[in-house]
């Protein structure tokens, strides 16, 4: 099966950068995923990486190293707006593609 | 941007009686649907895999009978929560993978909030 792990909380200021970490652990990657959630919402899907690298999507980049299984969710130039859910989501190849998504790390931006 | 539509976004029922969500996406073919449950703060639970023209695939200790998956059309599916009790009540969030596009990207419906008095 397949497990990941993100922090709860991260908490940072208005203008800031921030980086959110994920390991997982998968049998067989296709690819990492991150989605955004603000309360009460559904998520919305961020950012993607299959290979290793950064990918820059405006204000937030995604980076994957599959040797370390590891990725993170880099989010610049943070605005008020940007406090949210952040989960990370790996889908393993093969099958149906189900992605398993990680619990989730609180961003709490403050002014 | 691909679209997913859920319907509806709150429902309010009695106990017993039983509620039918509708997840459609709207400018793609989606060969597989997922259904998700959200308890408060917490992550996404996936509950099955609803694949068009097949019976979904539950997870463990999700009850089949209890939550009726249809996935009618390539951009269709449904699910009837039977007899619902309040424990069911929760958020209950749809998602959809383009059938031509990357695998692992997935747009979620709004979400269904349902409250089981």
């Known amino acids: 099966g397949q497990s990941l792990e993100q922090p709860s909380e991260v908490t940072a200021v208005e203008g800031a950068i921030v980086q959110i970490n994920c390991t997982y652990q998968?049998?067989?990657?296709?690819?990492l995923s991150w989605y955004q959630q603000h309360d009460g919402g559904a998520p919305t899907f961020l950012s993607y990486?299959?290979?290793?690298g950064l990918e820059e999507t405006g204000r937030f980049s995604s980076f994957l190293s599959r040797s370390d299984s590891y990725g993170y969710l880099l989010l610049q130039e943070l605005q008020m707006k940007d406090s949210a859910s952040y989960f990370c989501a790996v889908t393993a190849s093969g099958g149906s593609y189900i992605p398993t998504f990680g619990r989730g790390t609180s961003l709490i931006v403050h002014p | 941007g691909a679209v997913v539509s859920q319907h509806p976004s709150w429902v309010i029922c009695k106990s017993g009686t039983s509620v039918k969500i509708e997840c459609r996406s709207l400018?793609?073919?989606?060969?597989?649907m997922f259904w998700y449950r959200q308890f408060p703060k917490q992550s996404l639970m996936l509950m099955a895999t609803s694949n068009e023209g097949s019976k979904a695939t539950y997870e463990q200790g999700v009850e089949k009978d209890k939550f009726l998956i249809n996935h009618a059309s390539l951009t269709l599916s449904t699910l009837t929560v039977t007899s619902a009790h309040p424990e069911d009540s929760s958020f209950y969030i749809c998602?959809?993978?383009?059938?031509?596009?990357?695998?692992?990207?997935?747009?979620f419906g709004a979400g269904t909030r349902l409250s089981v008095l």
């Open positions: 400018d793609f073919q989606a060969t597989t």
């Open positions: 998968t049998s067989g990657f296709y690819g």
């Open positions: 998602s959809a993978s383009s059938s031509s596009g990357p695998k692992n990207i997935q747009y």
């Open positions: 990486n299959a290979l290793d």
